[in-house]
């Protein structure tokens, strides 16, 4: 795939919008319409106990309050691990000794290029929670299998989250043993 001719039509805090003219895998050209994201990171912190940080958060863009796990936006092209660590402090109150990395997934890869960077933490302390003023959320603590259900039955409708929560369960479930 090559890039042809590119559009800028938006510039904002976060994302960039560009009409791309792309030239695909069968030679066809296509007009596509793109939003450029930095990236993020998103943390599934595990508890000694099996429970899980979920946080219930008011989303614009979702018409709501919904189910995630602490995640964040890749500040000034940070490296995501520095970014999960940061947003767990932030969103859960906790500091992990151990880190996994469980891959990444895209949100939506037909318009969006943001990559979302999972984590599996565990070896949690706590620390004092830090939002900053646009962030409306309550920090939950699930046992795991409470998350795999409200997976399973469509209350929990993140994506990252939906995909930590399948990437992270191998782990999961062998500690509970």
């Known amino acids: 795939m090559s890039i042809e001719k590119v559009t800028p039509v938006f510039t904002g805090r976060v994302i960039q919008v560009n009409v791309e003219e792309v030239r695909l895998p069968n030679d066809h050209v ?18 000694d106990a099996n429970r899980i940080c979920l946080v219930h958060q008011y989303r614009h863009a979702a018409k709501g309050w919904i ?79 409470e998350a795999m259900r409200m997976a399973q039955s469509g209350e929990l409708r993140d994506g990252k989250t939906l995909a930590a929560l399948l990437r992270a369960a191998p782990y999961v479930q062998g500690a509970a043993r």
């Open 67 to 145: 189910w995630e796990l602490p995640a964040g936006k890749l500040d000034n092209k940070e490296p995501p691990l520095q970014t999960a660590q940061r947003e767990l402090e932030e969103e859960a109150g906790r500091r992990a000794s151990e880190w996994r990395s469980l891959g990444d997934c895209l949100s939506s890869p037909g318009i969006f290029t943001e990559v979302v960077h999972l984590f599996l933490a565990t070896g949690l302390t706590e620390t004092p929670r830090q939002l900053e003023a646009a962030e409306v959320l309550e920090a939950h603590w699930v046992p795991f299998d």
């Open 30 to 47: 296509a007009t596509l319409e793109m939003v450029h994201h930095p990236g993020g990171a998103a943390i599934l912190a595990l508890d």
